[in-house]
């Protein structure tokens, strides 16, 4: 994250990955593709919101097939997986830019609070993956699977 005290002088060298990180995010942003965790899986962009009813989950899977996608919702838990596909055209020369992620995903929401299994809904379209959760008294007991439509 960027830190206004740490900034680097233009004209200095980063020394450190950490030195390095800060001044990547200072000319570029918060701008990163989906990002690579250390089993080179990749996360989906997500947005996770809550209203007084149900938790709600937005994630950006665009072209992916939803019979790709796995949810997994284990007490207050929700685990999404997957996989996106390469598709290579047989025109390509040589890539030029390289900025959508292929191969496994994965991603693990802790909720915050109980929700009810069995009213979970999960609707895909134009690209977007809509998770809604209802809210719940008692904690989930058991592990359910999610269909999405």
Known sequence: MY??????????MPDSDSDLDIYFE???????????NKSRE?????DVYETDTCV???????????????LILDKDRLTMQGVRHETVESDRKRMLAM???YGAFRRVFELPGPVCADNATADYKDGMLTIRLRR?????QRKMVVKIY
């Open 3 to 12: 830190e206004p005290e740490k900034r680097p002088d233009a004209k200095m």
């Open 136 to 140: 719940r008294e008692k904690p989930l």
């Open 99 to 101: 900025e959508v992620p």
């Open 56 to 70: 709600m989950i937005k994630v950006d899977i665009a072209g992916i097939d939803k019979k790709d996608v796995q």
């Open 42 to 46: 990749w996360h989906p962009a997500a």
């Open 26 to 36: 200072y000319l570029v942003g918060s701008y990163r593709p989906a990002m690579l």
